[in-house]
């Protein structure tokens, strides 16, 4: 059995991340919460991917923003077309690329920055070690 991986962190702004994981990025809301001991979250993802994000809100918590500008979450995504439909995509929900703090994901990507300060690299290339 493959484990799934959830990535999780807290934010101030659920609704201006859901536009940029969603409408900009593709992915989907799989779950929500609200009032759970105080929190409210949501988990994005593919139904099918073996990973998901979850955002959360605590309402008497401030998240703040990314501490650098090298917290990355890299999507690996070799076929070009569908890396172009991605980077338009992203485009299209109204956020421009930035420039990386490591030149490396400037090659072959476009990195863009999310409500809170964290990257995501859109890669044009297969993943291998």
Known sequence: MTPILRVARPTDNLPALLKF??????????ASFSNHNEFDGVMLGHPRAPYHLEFTRHARHVAGRAPTTDNLLVFYLPDADEW??????MQAAGFAPVVSYNPYWDQQGRTFEDPDGYRVVLQQAAWSW
């Open 84 to 89: 172009q439909m991605a980077v338009e995509r």
């Open 21 to 30: 994981y969603c409408d900009g990025l593709g992915l989907q809301q799989l």
